[in-house]
């Protein structure tokens, strides 16, 4: 399958949030937005994404790379299937995503690294890249078309992101 984009996608998204440009979910939304031509703004994509940070708001419920998985892969999926279908595969991106890290809950997940800030971060860097690998992978499988116009997207560099930081910020 299409093995290359769906690296390309988890590459950006894991770098948006690295970078600190971008929280879990919209990282991913973003990531899927630009890697997939989703026909969203950056802002609009990011904006969709905005609540799921932190466990949907810092209410440390469902995660947000996983709130963000399933947003990127409806958003998508609701071009070409039907509404039953869009619910059929977000529930296998949960259930793929539960299956894996043992849990959906954002505060079961850092519990563990919670007391840590480096591991915690690192955790949430590599959910953030399975979340968008696993939504990537969950579109493509159902509408693999949408590869034959994909653009890969591009990592930012640290400077870029950095003065987005910095322009924010002065705003």
């Given at each position: 399958m299409n093995?290359?984009?769906v690296?390309?996608?988890?590459?950006r998204a894991?770098?948006?949030?690295?970078?600190?440009?971008?929280?879990?979910?919209e990282?991913i939304?973003t990531a899927?937005?630009?890697?997939?031509?989703?026909?969203?703004?950056?802002?609009?994509?990011?904006?969709l994404?905005?609540?799921f940070g932190?466990?949907?708001?810092?209410?440390?419920?469902l995660?947000?790379?996983?709130?963000?998985a399933?947003?990127?892969?409806?958003w998508?999926?609701?071009?070409?299937?039907?509404?039953?279908?869009?619910?059929?595969?977000?529930?296998?991106?949960h259930?793929r995503?539960?299956?894996?890290?043992?849990?959906?809950?954002?505060?079961?997940?850092?519990k563990?690294?919670?007391a840590?800030?480096?591991?915690?971060?690192?955790?949430?860097?590599g959910?953030?890249r399975?979340?968008?690998e696993?939504?990537?992978?969950v579109?493509?499988e159902?509408?693999?078309?949408?590869a034959s116009?994909?653009?890969?997207?591009?990592?930012?560099?640290r400077?870029?992101?950095?003065?987005?930081?910095?322009?924010?910020?002065v705003?």
């Amino acid at each position: 399958m299409n093995d290359d984009l769906v690296q390309s996608m988890a590459d950006r998204a894991e770098a948006l949030f690295a970078n600190r440009e971008m929280y879990c979910g919209e990282a991913i939304m973003t990531a899927l937005n630009e890697g997939l031509g989703g026909g969203l703004e950056r802002e609009q994509a990011r904006g969709l994404a905005m609540g799921f940070g932190e466990g949907i708001g810092k209410a440390g419920c469902l995660c947000g790379a996983l709130g963000g998985a399933v947003l990127a892969a409806s958003w998508f999926l609701s071009r070409g299937l039907d509404p039953r279908d869009v619910r059929e595969a977000a529930r296998e991106v949960h259930d793929r995503f539960k299956k894996e890290h043992g849990s959906s809950c954002c505060r079961v997940l850092i519990k563990p690294v919670k007391a840590d800030p480096p591991k915690h971060f690192s955790q949430c860097t590599g959910l953030t890249r399975k979340g968008a690998e696993l939504a990537a992978r969950v579109i493509l499988e159902r509408l693999p078309e949408l590869a034959s116009g994909a653009a890969p997207p591009r990592k930012p560099s640290r400077l870029a992101s950095l003065l987005r930081r910095l322009a924010a910020a002065v705003e």
